[in-house]
């Protein structure tokens, strides 16, 4: 148990200090009140764990120690979903109900669509 807790959270650390640095440069970028870092990384984050998902199930190429770093570690901290919430709460708060309801809808409806082509990426190899 102690194991998986570090190689776990040695993928946590990974992933979040990615996802700080991709919603910075996103940000930069992309500079309007539509959270466009975390619907971003979100669906990237689905499309990762789709993959990871599929190697395993697909194949035995990668070990359970292998899957928990990068699945539960690595995509749990890159994806961001409690940011998410915030983000939807910081729309309703500001009166943006359109972008509000587009952010939650296509969050997501985008995110399945991503880990579904992620699955389907790898069971199409």
Known sequence: MLKMFFITGAGGFLGSGLRYLSQRVI????????????????IVGCFLIGIIFAMTDKTKIMSPDMRMFLAVGFC??????????????????????????????????????????????????
């Open 76 to 125: 749990g901290g890159f994806t961001t979903f409690s940011s998410f919430t915030l983000d939807s709460f910081g729309l309703l708060r500001d009166g943006q109900y359109l972008y509000f309801s587009v952010y939650i809808f296509a969050s997501v409806v985008l995110g399945i669509l991503a880990t579904i082509a992620g699955i389907w990426f790898i069971k199409s190899l």
């Open 27 to 42: 940000s930069h970028y992309l500079p309007v009140s539509f959270p466009y870092g975390t619907f971003i990384i979100n």
